[in-house]
Antibody, heavy 119, light 110 residues
């Protein structure tokens, strides 16, 4: 199992960015996928989960309405579209594979991509 | 403020045992399985315990988990300096319809 995040960088407040997570080594379309973030020097914060077929999505209250999780099962890629970015969204963003097609526990993690929201 | 409550830090000597608590409510720990994650400095988190008590392959039996009511506990025996890390408990919260993390506990092996 390999998960590789990309798309991070320095972005201005109020703008948008899309993160990607390229998955390999397993049948991507069989598993739920999560995004989890970690602000500098802080703890882990769950962001969102999407079921194996994209039929259900759930979000943390802090990002609901601004972030959108999606997936391309043909390309084995997970996305996180982040809009109306704020300074408090600055964090390392990890993608993680669930143990099931829905949500159970976060079995495998990527190495993360850093998003810095700053003017 | 995290939905799940963990002590900010714990410490013990090499070879000793330590426990890390995770306190929640009937809406989360009381209703769903708990998992635990280890995050070594500068690295991504790693699954340690799932379904309250189970260890993934490759995780030594020095690590154990338990759940009682609305609380869960991670135990680590035979402490090693390599166990110094941040530890997080996680579960699903029915009221929030969201995965919730504890605030994390920093383990220091003195």
């Amino acid at each position: 199992v390999h998960l590789e995040e990309s798309g991070g960088g320095v972005v201005q407040p109020g703008t948008s960015v899309r993160l990607s997570c390229a998955a390999s080594g397993f049948s991507f379309n069989n598993y739920g996928m999560h995004w989890v973030r970690q602000a500098p020097g802080k703890g882990l914060e769950w962001v969102a989960v999407i079921w194996f077929d994209g039929s259900s999505k759930y979000y943390a209250g802090s990002v609901r309405g601004r972030f959108t999780i999606s997936r391309d099962n043909a390309q084995n890629i997970l996305y996180l579209e982040m809009n109306s970015l704020r300074a408090e969204d600055t964090a390392v963003y990890y993608c993680a594979r669930d143990n099931t097609g829905l949500r159970s526990y976060l079995e495998y993690w990527g190495q993360g991509t850093l998003v810095t929201v700053s003017s | 403020q995290s939905v799940l409550t963990q002590p900010p830090s714990v410490s013990a000597a090499p070879g000793q045992k330590v426990t890390i608590s995770c306190s929640g409510t009937t809406s989360n720990i009381g209703s769903n399985y708990v998992s635990w994650y280890q995050q070594l400095p500068g690295t991504a988190p790693k699954l340690l315990i799932y379904d309250n008590t189970k260890r993934p392959s490759g995780i030594p039996d020095r690590f154990s988990g338990s759940r009682s009511g609305t609380s869960a506990t991670l135990g680590i025996t035979g402490l090693q300096t390599g166990d110094e890390a941040d530890y997080y408990c996680v579960t699903w919260d029915l009221s929030l319809s969201a995965e919730v993390f504890g605030g994390g506990t920093k383990l220091t092996v003195l």
